[in-house]
């Protein structure tokens, strides 16, 4: 009987040892994913952008240190850079915490990922998710391959069970995340959220170092959303309109107090999972307009790289609109709910449907609209974040629930307990030190015929200065690429008011009427903010962006759809000339779509050959995918070959100059 005992006594202590753990579990929150160690990047062999400790940005106006050190010497001065004013110092701390904030930093997506989207509900969940990453077996990837256990149909595909999924997401060696994405485990629930460095962040596959600020150019953004069980919260990332569907079983409150049914969750579901497997790997709709356009994931080499977004629409208040662009990600395309309160003026859909379509299918029932219930009303008893607008930790610009160029949805990401903006305006600090590592340079001589045949060709009209960009927006009709993306901000503008901000000064939550500044809007040209949302010219227009870090950022264009596999392209042993020869991996529809990455110097010489671009946009758009998703590779004519005058060698040097742009470029063009 002793041993009997023993065994009951064991048990006994085993079950009290884990109702405890249980308890303080539920109780603390557990986070994995945390900031990576310096030693673990490229970084400390890579020349920072020349922004320093002790330079300022007053809403988007610089300061440097010299003139920071002489404007603190006077009281006017002193008040001139105070935070009261709208002043951010760029200090050790503050960088810090931007790079903190890069990496960690969800600003509580994870509830709207996890218990609304149910990202970790479907056949990716945490067995399949834990599987994959065992298998790594402690080692580094590039592409985390997530295994389906049973047949699924998703969209309208069928994917047979022992499938692996290539998502594209990096996960570093000996983590058990992947790299920007945060686990917290509270209240008995473990949760993923995303922060920048799953798309702005890479892992180098030969070494396993993070590149910082390089984009994560195969994440597979579409295929995971897709996989969740309610990605019908994200319709407004597609081109799917709820409004469209026939009603469903699930009845609720509207706007008007009658009781009407909401659109049918299966049809919306599917519907909205067939257009985000449309999506390119390395590719996320960021309009949030209920147009299907995906565009590139651009870099984080920031400096001197504005305005920002493809087309320009963040360029004007801190750091030159970075902090507005930030902002967008952790609003409008990580919490649809931040655009309830908007969403009539913007998407032409009332608030009450807007928020029952969200929630009608939640992965958690406590998020999960009642039968019958006011989805307004339903949504202020489950919001984590009572008295602001959205679940993500948010806070109310002046005009809202107007937006406004400044904050496109009128709703800036900050979080309780700091001032008011001083985790983006920390990321877009640190950000602006970012440059791409360097590389080996072994023919100066090429390079430097590169960068003659760079100004000869008139490259250097629009990507002049030191870091490649007149900072200009180019009208669609005039630049010629894929016009979906350009002009489906306009949306916004419709609910546009004066762009206004609190001073940093303030913290949050927001003391009863806090004082207010005005944000300028003249540190960008008029022109070039209006083109961004498409105000004079319906077509709208696409920023002209910055070249550093090519080597690492291919494919090209908005949409990626200029690419090449480095097999797909050969030289004729006749005339010399480069030609297709392998037209099964050109363009988007032979690279990414293939599971093949591109080639950045064959998917250069698509770019500024006319002969090898016509063979490429043909592929995109035979491609049914990407005719959805709205990608060809088309635009932006201007050629390097033979009919614009150039020789192979000419193009040829010419790509070797444009991948030599690193952090130090070792040859630069002479300006005119």
Not at 234 to 262: C, W
Not at 325 to 346: E, I, K, M
Not at 511 to 526: A, C, F, S
């Amino acid at each position: 009987m002793e041993p009997q005992k023993n065994k009951w006594r064991t048990i006994g202590i085993l079950l009290f040892l884990v109702i405890i753990v249980s308890f303080f579990a539920y109780r603390l929150e557990i986070v994995l994913g945390k900031t990576p160690s310096l030693d673990k990047t490229f970084t400390p062999v890579t020349q920072a952008a020349p922004q320093e400790v002790g330079d300022y940005d007053i809403l988007g106006y610089a300061i440097n240190k010299q003139e920071a050190t002489r404007l603190l010497e006077t009281e006017a001065g002193r008040k001139q850079l105070s935070p009261e004013n709208g002043a951010f110092a760029v200090t050790e701390e503050t960088l810090k915490l931007g790079r903190d904030a890069f990496y960690s930093d969800t600003f509580g997506n994870e509830i709207f990922q996890t218990d609304v989207v149910g990202a970790l509900n479907g056949p990716i969940n945490l067995v399949t998710v834990g599987q994959a990453i065992a298998k790594l077996g402690g080692k580094h990837t590039t592409n985390l391959q997530i295994p389906i256990n049973e047949d699924v149909t998703i969209g309208g595909r069928t994917f047979k069970a022992g499938t692996l999924l290539n998502t594209g997401l990096d996960v570093p060696a000996n983590s058990l995340v992947p790299l920007g994405m945060r686990a917290s485990f509270t209240k008995g629930k473990l949760r993923f959220g995303i922060t920048c460095a799953l798309c702005h962040a890479t892992v180098d596959d030969k070494t396993g170092r993070i590149i910082e600020g390089a984009p994560n150019n195969d994440v597979n953004t579409g295929l995971v959303l897709a996989f969740a069980t309610n990605s019908a919260a994200m319709f407004r990332q597609t081109d799917v309109n709820p409004t469209q569907f026939p009603p469903g079983e699930h009845s609720y409150i509207k706007a008007d107090g009658a009781e009407s049914r909401l659109p049918d969750a299966k049809a919306v579901e599917d519907a909205v999972d067939a257009k985000l497997l449309t999506w390119p790997p390395g590719n996320f709709d960021s309009t949030g307009t209920l147009v299907n356009n995906p565009s590139q994931i651009p870099s984080s080499y920031t400096y001197d790289a504005w305005p920002y977004g493809w087309s320009g629409h963040s360029a004007i208040g801190w750091f030159h609109g970075l902090t507005t662009l930030n902002s967008n990600v952790h609003a409008t395309n990580s919490d649809g709910t931040n655009g309830a309160d908007a969403s009539q003026a913007v998407l032409g859909i009332d608030k009450e449907t807007y928020l029952g379509v969200i929630l009608q299918n939640a992965a958690n029932p406590d998020f999960r609209l009642t039968e019958g219930a006011k989805p307004s009303e339903f949504f202020d008893k489950i919001d984590p974040t009572p008295g602001e607008p959205a679940i993500n930790e948010v806070i109310r610009m002046p005009g809202y629930p107007k937006g406004s160029p400044f904050m496109l949805d009128g709703l800036m990401a900050s979080s309780p307990g700091l001032p008011v903006g001083e985790q983006l305006n920390g990321m877009s600090a640190w950000q602006n030190t970012l440059a791409p590592p360097p590389i080996q340079i072994s023919d100066v001589a090429s390079l430097e015929k590169g960068a003659a045949v760079f100004n000869r060709a008139g490259c250097i009209d629009c990507h002049s200065g030191r870091y490649f960009t007149n900072h200009d927006v180019i009208a669609q009709n005039e630049i010629g690429t894929q016009p979906s993306r350009a002009p489906t901000l306009a949306a916004f503008a419709k609910n546009f008011t004066t762009p206004q901000t609190y001073p940093n000064s303030v913290s949050v939550p927001l003391p009863v009427n806090p004082p207010v500044l005005e944000v300028p809007t003249d540190i960008t040209p008029l022109k070039a903010q209006q083109l961004a949302f498409a105000i004079n010219n319906p077509a709208g227009g696409y920023k002209v962006p910055s070249l550093i870090g090519l080597y690492l950022t291919a494919p090209y264009l908005h949409d990626g759809g200029v690419a090449a596999s480095a097999e797909a392209l050969k030289q004729d042993e006749k005339d010399g000339h480069f030609v297709v020869t392998n037209s099964e991996q050109i363009g988007m529809a032979g690279t990414l779509m293939q599971n093949i990455l591109p080639d950045p110097e064959a998917s250069l010489r698509v770019l500024v050959d006319r002969n090898l671009r016509e063979a490429t946009v043909t592929a995109n758009q035979a491609h049914p995918d990407l005719q959805k998703s709205n990608v060809d590779g088309s635009g932006h004519a201007y050629w390097v070959d033979q009919e614009a005058g150039f020789t192979t060698e000419e193009q040829t040097n010419l790509i070797q100059f444009l991948l030599s742009l690193d952090d130090r470029p070792e040859v630069l063009p002479s300006s005119h």
